[in-house]
């Protein structure tokens, strides 16, 4: 039954995206394929119970307690449904809507929200801060303190142990800068194949920038060896993204007007980004911007397997299973091919089927350190899926599956890798 347009109008004021929620036509396809609905088994933690919370929500027609926000709170943003809904559902843009309006409008939101809105508001926009920080964890592990105060709060809270799990073992300061346009001259990365096809940006990201810097430098050298200078903007921030899964849609809009100033002097072709959440927030630009960046973003693996990359050069005996980031396959809709084609180049690899391998790993950005109830499960699924491919080496595209990944596999001997991090050991590296 059509909304008379005065109704839909009051609907809208409630909940912007309320239109979208009469596209669902309740057919059920989404069901199998949503993680969350796999773990409670209730239809209201499924895309379509959420839709029709939602939609409740807006028209005032069902009461909304704390116990319906949990089941929205509880959605992973993993955007599978995306995929598979016929009527082109966009979950991603209906629970990032719906998030800045509880963040709006609810009076009590608790500590979790406060402590969030801290974090993202003033320490990940800031990459000194999130240096800072790292050092500090660093000292922290290094004089097994991390040890002590894990082993000690471990007997208090189950928890603690296995969120310590998620966090990987922190580089020396020194070996985790990236040299940027600040600190390199001209600020670019030359080409190692003469004159170069091609000038790029690469996006590095907040904790991905410290963290990840092994893989940022593995992104350089295979986009220089297949042809490119690599230009690195010192004054790029946060991509936003996971101010957008907790609803905190201004800040992550300024973040994003501050990577379009970054990247719009530079002159570059392409902005590349070699983590899929990041990625998927840079070519989704806020509404204000519908330029974006003002030049196209690609994933490293989409980009490299359109320009082609040199013959690898070296052996690499492991058997490999590719697990899709879900922000790489549902919301960027880079397939499987694009990757798989780049790793069947390199002698020696045995590529293995990876059961699953577009459904979620419980990660979500910081997901599973809010809802560890229900991300544990999903990496138990994850890990059985895993272990059943006898694959030896697991690539991931998302330093957040990267990290989730990695804590289910901690006392196995299978080891997770970004697939740029595995491509360039096949030139020596
Ligand atoms: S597949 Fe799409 S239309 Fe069908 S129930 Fe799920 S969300 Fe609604
Ligand atoms: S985004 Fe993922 S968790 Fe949320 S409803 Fe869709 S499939 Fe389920």
Redesign the pocket.
């Known amino acids: 039954m059509a909304i008379p347009k005065s109704e839909e109008k009051a609907f809208k004021e409630r909940f912007e995206e309320y239109t979208q929620t009469l596209?669902?036509?309740?057919?059920?396809?989404?069901?199998p394929d949503c993680p969350t609905q796999g773990i409670t088994g209730r239809e209201s933690d499924?895309?379509?119970g959420r839709?029709y919370l939602m939609r409740g929500y807006a028209e005032e027609s069902i009461p909304f307690t704390p116990e319906s926000l949990k089941h929205l709170d509880q959605c992973i943003v993993c955007r599978n449904?995306e995929t598979?809904?016929?009527?082109g559902?966009q979950?991603g843009e209906m629970m990032e809507t719906f998030r800045h309006e509880m963040n709006r409008t609810l009076p009590h939101k608790g500590w979790k929200h406060h402590f969030m809105k801290l974090m993202l508001n003033h320490v990940v926009p800031s990459r000194a801060k999130i240096a800072f920080l790292l050092d500090l964890l660093y000292y922290y592990d290094r004089f097994k303190l991390r040890k002590i105060l894990v082993g000690v709060g471990s007997k208090f809270s189950k928890k603690l142990k296995k969120m310590d799990r998620l966090f990987p073992p922190i580089p020396k300061p020194s070996e985790r800068r990236l040299a940027t346009s600040a600190s390199i001259p001209q600020g670019l990365y030359p080409s190692t194949q003469g004159k170069a096809r091609m000038k790029v940006g690469l996006f590095l990201g907040c904790i991905t920038s410290e963290l990840f810097v092994e893989t940022h430098r593995s992104t350089i050298r295979m986009l220089n060896r297949s042809g490119c200078d690599v230009y690195v903007p010192d004054s790029q921030t946060c991509c936003g993204a996971l101010h957008r899964h907790g609803g905190f849609i201004d800040e992550a809009h300024r973040l994003y007007e501050g990577n379009v100033s970054a990247f719009e002097e530079s002159g570059v072709d392409v902005i590349i980004v070699n983590a899929a959440g990041c990625g998927a927030a840079l070519k989704e630009p806020p509404s204000s911007l519908p330029d974006g960046l003002g030049r196209p973003v690609r994933d490293i693996c989409e980009f490299l397997e359109e320009i082609g990359i040199p013959e690898p050069d070296q052996k690499i005996s492991r058997k490999v299973a590719y697990d899709q980031p879900c922000h790489l396959v549902h919301g960027q809709k880079v397939p499987a091919s694009a990757v798989l084609s780049l790793l069947e180049q390199v002698p020696g690899l045995e590529i293995v089927p990876l059961r699953n391998s577009e459904r979620c790993c419980g990660s979500g950005g910081i997901y599973n350190l809010l809802h560890p109830e229900m991300a544990e499960p999903i990496l138990d699924e994850k890990v059985e899926d895993i272990l059943d491919s006898g694959a030896d080496t697991i690539v991931t595209g998302n330093p957040g599956c990267w990290m989730q990944i990695r804590s289910g596999l901690l006392d196995k001997d299978i080891e997770v890798l970004h697939p740029v991090d595995l491509l360039d050991q096949a030139y020596g590296a």
Do not use: A, Q, T
Not at 23 to 31: K, P, Q
Not at 84 to 87: A, E, F, N
């Open positions: 596209d669902c036509v309740h057919c059920g396809l989404c069901i499924s895309p379509r839709i449904c598979v809904c016929p009527s559902i979950m």
